[in-house]
T-cell receptor, first 112, second 112 residues
């Protein structure tokens, strides 16, 4: 699986837009990019997934450039409840038959 | 629909003992994966089962084992517990052909 690199931590104020970038230089042709959110003592929660260009759902947007070597998770108008660790994963080309490799994740802290 | 259910939620064991953790996947999900999460090592893949067969295995000693039943429920067992086995153990299930995983809330194991 492609290795990912994310910032260790980020701080932001409530109401602002937060962008977390993930680098994945060795992404394979069939790999997807998936972001998970994790709160303390809970399992990671699926946020968004994409293959190329832009994907948007009710909680976030995912921007993927044409070369797919990086991706950016965008959280609009964050609130205190968005304080969590965010993981970027690359894979999924083997349809469940693989071992997900989590990086260190990005610890996002929202400041009131 | 019901999510991934892990039992027990918390567990305290003594060094040298063994422990069995249980995971019930989302109905219809036949792939079940297990992860260990510690502050020092982050999220690490243990193993993945599909249709009662182990398809993938992480780099853990043989003291860590698992199995999957015909109803897709899975158990993992850790024998001869060590202090370093204290961790949050997470189970995730997936539909074959899907690229997303749903995680349970985990079992917090403390070895004393």
């Amino acid at each position: 699986l492609a290795k990912t690199t994310q910032p260790i931590s980020m701080d932001s104020y409530e109401g602002q837009e937060v962008n977390i970038t993930c680098s994945h230089n060795n992404i394979a042709t069939n790999d997807y990019i998936t972001w998970y959110q994790q709160f303390p003592s809970q399992g990671p929660r699926f946020i968004i997934q994409g293959y190329k260009t832009k994907v948007t759902n009710e909680v976030a947007s995912l921007f993927i450039p044409a070369d797919r070597k990086s991706s950016t998770l965008s959280l609009p108008r964050v609130s205190l409840s968005d304080t969590a660790v965010y993981y970027c994963l690359v894979g999924g080309s083997n349809f469940g038959n693989e071992k997900l490799t989590f990086g260190t994740g990005t610890r996002l802290t929202i400041i009131p | 629909k019901a999510g991934v259910t892990q039992t027990p939620r918390y567990l305290i064991k003594t060094r040298g003992q063994q422990v069995t953790l249980s995971c019930s996947p989302i109905s219809g999900h036949r792939s079940v994966s297990w992860y260990q999460q510690t502050p020092g090592q982050g999220l690490q893949f243990l193993f993945e089962y599909f249709s009662e067969t182990q398809r993938n295995k992480g780099n853990f000693p043989g003291r860590f084992s698992g199995r999957q039943f015909s109803n897709s429920r899975s158990e993992m067992n850790v024998s001869t517990l060590e202090l370093g086995d204290s961790a949050l153990y997470l189970c995730a299930s997936s539909l074959e052909g899907a690229r997303g995983y749903t995680f349970g809330s985990g079992t917090r194991l403390t070895v004393v």
